[in-house]
Protein backbone atom coordinates (compact mmCIF):
# COMPACT_ATOMS: atom_id res chain seq x y z
CA UNK A 1 0.00 0.00 0.00
CA UNK A 2 1.19 3.16 -0.48
CA UNK A 3 1.35 6.72 1.07
CA UNK A 4 -1.10 8.05 -0.93
CA UNK A 5 -3.15 4.99 -0.03
CA UNK A 6 -2.64 5.32 3.44
CA UNK A 7 -3.23 8.97 3.49
CA UNK A 8 -6.67 8.39 1.72
CA UNK A 9 -7.86 6.13 4.54
CA UNK A 10 -6.67 7.63 7.44
CA UNK A 11 -8.80 10.99 6.42
CA UNK A 12 -12.31 8.82 6.01
CA UNK A 13 -11.28 7.16 9.61
CA UNK A 14 -10.44 10.23 11.06
CA UNK A 15 -14.25 11.22 9.65
CA UNK A 16 -16.15 8.45 10.81
CA UNK A 17 -19.57 9.32 12.49
CA UNK A 18 -19.65 8.50 16.32
CA UNK A 19 -22.84 6.07 15.88
CA UNK A 20 -20.67 4.05 13.12
CA UNK A 21 -17.31 4.32 15.83
CA UNK A 22 -20.37 2.73 18.19
CA UNK A 23 -21.65 0.14 16.24
CA UNK A 24 -18.45 -0.93 15.45
CA UNK A 25 -17.84 -2.28 18.88
CA UNK A 26 -21.18 -3.76 19.26
CA UNK A 27 -22.05 -7.08 20.79
CA UNK A 28 -24.98 -7.40 17.93
CA UNK A 29 -23.28 -9.58 14.74
CA UNK A 30 -25.95 -7.85 12.39
CA UNK A 31 -25.17 -4.21 14.15
CA UNK A 32 -21.17 -4.14 13.44
CA UNK A 33 -21.61 -5.82 10.27
CA UNK A 34 -23.57 -2.67 9.11
CA UNK A 35 -21.21 -0.47 10.36
CA UNK A 36 -18.51 -2.23 9.18
CA UNK A 37 -20.16 -2.84 5.45
CA UNK A 38 -20.70 1.33 5.71
CA UNK A 39 -16.94 2.02 6.98
CA UNK A 40 -15.73 -0.27 4.01
CA UNK A 41 -18.23 1.53 1.57
CA UNK A 42 -16.88 5.00 2.73
CA UNK A 43 -13.21 3.63 1.96
CA UNK A 44 -14.09 2.22 -0.96
CA UNK A 45 -15.44 5.33 -2.32
CA UNK A 46 -12.71 7.90 -1.05
CA UNK A 47 -10.44 5.44 -2.92
CA UNK A 48 -12.16 5.72 -6.07
CA UNK A 49 -12.27 9.42 -6.18
CA UNK A 50 -8.86 9.27 -4.74
CA UNK A 51 -8.97 12.24 -1.92
CA UNK A 52 -10.62 11.01 0.78
CA UNK A 53 -12.38 14.83 0.90
CA UNK A 54 -15.33 15.87 -0.37
CA UNK A 55 -15.19 18.71 -3.03
CA UNK A 56 -16.04 21.66 -1.96
CA UNK A 57 -18.99 22.29 -4.94
CA UNK A 58 -20.28 19.15 -2.86
CA UNK A 59 -20.92 20.91 0.24
CA UNK A 60 -20.60 17.32 2.22
CA UNK A 61 -18.19 15.78 3.99
CA UNK A 62 -16.95 11.93 4.84
Known amino acids: ?3 Q ?3 IILRVIERVPQWIRHDL ?3 DVAVRARAEETLA ?3 GNALDGG ?3 TS ?3 GQSL
Open 25 to 27: DAK
Open 56 to 58: KSE
Open 51 to 53: TGE
Open 5 to 7: TKA
Open 1 to 3: MDE
Open 41 to 43: AMI
